[in-house]
């Protein structure tokens, strides 16, 4: 019987024993773990101050090369450094990257953010007033971002790939809308006013090619584009120039063909599309395409009511107007087709393209619009610059 008691008295120590350790281990354990996220959260603070620091600066001065050194925060210390992409002021948007590398408890962690100054055709959409024929709904799905001064009309569920932005304080509910903003939303951010074509102007002047009257223009698959007026009718290289076309005195631009190469088409007046305007090399087809054309008009885009554009019509280009992009006789006549467009939309307002009834095409052209993902950061020659800076990246 004393044996046993004392086999069990030694079997209960040993068992608590075990379950003493074990606590003690668990608590160590835990310790450990709660000392380690303590230190990963020290050092991503650090990292997100640094990084918060450096775009507060860039979007203050977008020059801003300095960066930091050894600033202190927290019991770490973090450095900014500051590279940017080759510069081509002329065909491509400013980026700059801000790399941000912190030191804790000996060990290194590191973070990017990158920047840029980007063309108005970085927006897929931009508009200062919002149509009213247009609303964004459920099966709507947007890759790249886009921009009004007006409530943007959204119902149902549509999806938001690219970044959303209006100064407006929201959007415009129709009936029941629950928008998923994946790329991100920025509403009630400062206007972006259209711009006023000066610097473009200055550029074509000093060394495009100039007109003081009405012009017509064919681009072909050459590289070579044909000129006429009134008192004019010659063929000419793109690469005779800085890439620019320009009208003077109050006058229109018509313009049709296939651009090889990289134009900016300037109208002080009303530009108007005869026919498909297109890209020797299709970016649908080829992503390296370097074929760019650039529409710009003080006024009015108008797609003509032509035989040429009777059976639909394809525009490749980043489009930028001070006022709207319409249809000629948008209500009258047959069904036109498809009006197809592949570029960026930068404008007043937009206006009706065709009549419709129950869903049918009646008059004028139903649309296809396609961002050229290539505008995101490249550009035609000389296109106009937001005055803004864009985050387009922040690694985790």
Not at 42 to 70: H, P
Not at 97 to 115: C, G, R
Not at 328 to 347: D, F, M, V
Request: aromatic letters at 12%; a negative charge.
């Amino acid at each position: 019987m004393g044996k046993a008691m004392l086999f069990a008295v030694v079997g209960f120590a040993i068992i608590l024993g075990t379950i003493l350790f074990t606590q003690n281990s668990n608590i160590l354990a835990s310790a450990d773990e709660l000392t380690l996220q303590y230190y990963q959260t020290i050092r991503t603070n650090s990292l997100e101050s640094g990084a918060n620091v450096a775009v507060s600066k860039l979007f203050q001065d977008f020059d801003w090369r300095t960066g930091f050194s050894n600033l202190s925060f927290s019991g770490t210390n973090y450095s900014v450094s500051l590279t940017q992409a080759p510069v081509d002021s002329v065909n491509a948007a400013k980026i700059v990257t801000a790399t941000i590398i912190s030191n804790y408890e000996n060990k290194i962690d590191t973070t990017t953010v990158v920047l840029m100054q980007p063309a108005y055709s970085y927006f897929s959409y931009y508009s200062q007033q919002w149509p009213g024929h247009i609303t964004y709904s459920t099966g709507d799905t947007l890759l790249f971002p886009i921009h009004s001064d007006a409530a943007i009309k959204i119902s149902g569920q549509p999806v938001f790939l690219g970044k959303v932005s209006s100064s407006e304080a929201t959007y415009n509910p129709i009936g029941s809308a629950d928008p998923k903003f994946y790329g991100g939303a920025d509403f009630g951010t400062p206007a972006i006013p259209l711009p006023d074509f000066n610097a473009l102007k200055d550029s074509a002047l000093a060394a495009g090619d100039q007109y003081n009257q009405e012009l017509w223009l064919t681009f072909n698959n050459d590289g070579t584009y044909q000129c006429s007026t009134s008192t004019l009718l010659t063929l000419k290289n793109i690469t005779d120039y800085n890439g620019t076309i320009i009208t003077t005195t109050n006058q229109d631009i018509h313009v049709k063909g296939t651009v090889r190469g990289r134009i900016t088409v300037v109208s002080d007046r009303d530009l108007i599309i005869e026919g498909n305007l297109v890209y020797d090399s299709n970016p649908s087809i080829l992503a390296n395409s370097t074929d760019y054309t650039g529409l710009t008009a003080d006024r009015d885009l108008i797609i003509a009511d032509t035989p040429a554009t009777s059976a639909g019509v394809t525009v490749q280009a980043a489009i930028l107007i001070r006022n709207d992009m319409k249809v000629e006789n948008y209500n009258l006549g047959a069904p036109r087709g498809t009006l197809t467009l592949y570029g960026s939309i930068g404008q007043r307002t937009a206006q009706p393209f065709g009549t419709f009834l129950g869903g049918i095409l009646q008059t004028g052209y139903d649309t296809s619009y396609i961002y050229d993902r290539r505008l995101f950061n490249n550009t035609p020659p000389f296109f106009p610059r937001l005055a803004r800076i864009e985050q387009i990246y922040r690694s985790n």
